[in-house]
């Protein structure tokens, strides 16, 4: 079964500055997509940034980007010039790929969450 | 265009009861999927749907069942309600089984 660990229970940042939230993971497939979601007070799930494990390019998605490396199974997020709307319960999630007749499946298994907030 | 949507937004229920929460996927998207979210947790898998059949399955009782019909929306359905029962129930929705998932706000469900 795949774990996904995010060690870091809690950061804060203050405002502009850059800050890195950790996750490490545990699998033998190599054939896998990573996720890192992004949930505020108000609870709604919103995706952050993915990543192929096939892609040897770290993803970018303007002030998120992440350190994928694969063979260390760590995949971190940095968020650059951090705002306040920037503060939420950050999860990463694994989703491997399970084939059966014919069709391709995937679910997402998460970290315990790290909560992020950003000072003014 | 509307994203996932989930119905209710809050319930309150008593041990022993049944509970039914509604799910309707994103415009273009044909699987749901369901986590639940204990407080302060990350969200645990429960099932996912595609072509109106149950696909996947996570490590919950069969107190947990679920449907989708053919408009894609989909339910879940809770027996034997136990207080351990109380959490967000998140339900996610992605075009094909094995895509990037679009969360819905959750229901919160409390058990008594």
């Known amino acids: 079964a795949q774990t996904v660990t995010q060690s870091q229970p809690e950061m804060s940042v203050q405002e502009a500055e850059t800050v890195t939230l950790s996750c490490t993971y545990d699998?033998?497939?190599?054939?896998?997509?990573l996720f890192w979601y992004k949930q505020p007070p108000s609870r709604q799930m919103i995706l952050v940034i993915r990543?192929?494990?096939?892609?040897?390019q770290n993803a970018t998605e303007n002030r998120f980007s992440v350190n994928f490396q694969k063979a260390a199974k760590s995949f971190s997020l940095k968020i650059s010039d951090s705002q306040l709307g920037d503060t939420a319960m950050y999860f990463c999630?694994?989703?491997?790929?399970?084939?059966?007749?014919?069709?391709?499946?995937?679910?997402?298994?998460f970290g315990q969450g790290t909560i992020l907030t950003v000072h003014p | 265009d509307a994203g996932v949507t989930q119905s209710p937004t809050h319930l309150i229920k008593t041990r022993g009861q049944q509970v039914t929460l509604r799910c309707s996927p994103k415009?273009?998207?044909?699987?749901v999927s369901w986590y639940q979210q204990a407080l302060g947790q990350g969200p645990q898998f429960i099932f996912q749907?595609?072509?109106?059949?149950?696909?996947q399955r996570g490590n919950f009782p069969d107190r947990f069942s679920g449907h989708q019909f053919p408009n894609y929306s989909s339910e879940l359905n809770v027996n034997a309600l136990l207080l351990g029962d109380s959490a967000l129930y998140l339900c996610?929705?992605?075009?094909?089984?094995?895509?990037?998932?679009?969360f819905g706000p959750g229901t919160r469900l409390t058990v008594l």
């Open positions: 996610a929705s992605s075009f094909q089984p094995y895509n990037e998932q679009f």
């Open positions: 999630a694994f989703m491997k790929h399970t084939f059966a007749g014919g069709t391709s499946y995937g679910k997402l298994t």
């Open positions: 749907y595609y072509e109106e059949e149950e696909r």
């Open positions: 699998t033998s497939e190599s054939n896998y997509y």
């Open positions: 415009s273009g998207h044909d699987t």
């Open positions: 990543q192929e494990a096939y892609k040897q």
